[in-house]
């Protein structure tokens, strides 16, 4: 089955900077990549996707970048704010339907 | 339009028993699945349905049973809880293949 590996699993950045997180995974048929933030007690929610036919997305401050031939893509937030702060999920579909497999989360701290 | 509703958010249960966590979502979606939550852990895939009558396991999927009757309700069973099903549960719906998933706002089950 899909494999997703997520790094780092902490990531702690000075308000203002910017953080970087990566993830692979195994199934190449993989075709759609989405990332959430989970805040402290809440669900889970969507705040950027990308599919296999697009190599980079942005959304304001937020941006994911796909390399389908190495197998990995990441997300970048830039101008980092405290509100940043939270655990963020990468995932990948399995291509027999949309049954998404995520990664292990990055814990992400902005410093004040 | 409620989203994804899912009751109880809080249960407290003794080894043996059993219980259903009820998830319903009223966006028409698809497919549906179930992720159970643990620290350090990341969302783990106990199974999904593709549409009303059809269910798959997904990573873990031993200790729980599903069933989709409608469109709108994917109840998840534990037939007899142990302590290692204390989780936070989450319940997600999706329009379908490359579109994201919504949570529900979770159970959180604790097995003594």
Known sequence: GENVEQHPSTLSVQEGDSAVIKCTYSDSASNYFPWYKQELGKRPQLIIDIRSNVGEKKDQRIAVTLNKTAKHFSLHITETQPEDSAVYFCAADVAAGNKLTFGGGTRVLVKP | ?112
């Open chain 2, 1 to 112: 339009n409620a989203g994804v509703t899912q009751t109880p958010k809080f249960q407290v249960l003794k080894t043996g028993q059993s219980m259903t966590l009820q998830c319903a979502q009223d966006m028409n979606h698809e497919y549906m699945s179930w992720y159970r939550q643990d620290p350090g852990m990341g969302l783990r895939l106990i199974h999904y349905s593709v549409g009303a009558g059809i269910t798959d396991q997904g990573e873990v999927p031993n200790g729980y049973n599903v069933s989709r009757s409608t469109t709108e309700d994917f109840p998840l069973r534990l037939l007899s809880a142990a302590p290692s099903q204390t989780s936070v549960y989450f319940c997600a719906s999706s329009p379908g293949t490359r579109y994201g998933y919504t949570f529900g706002s979770g159970t959180r089950l604790t097995v003594v």
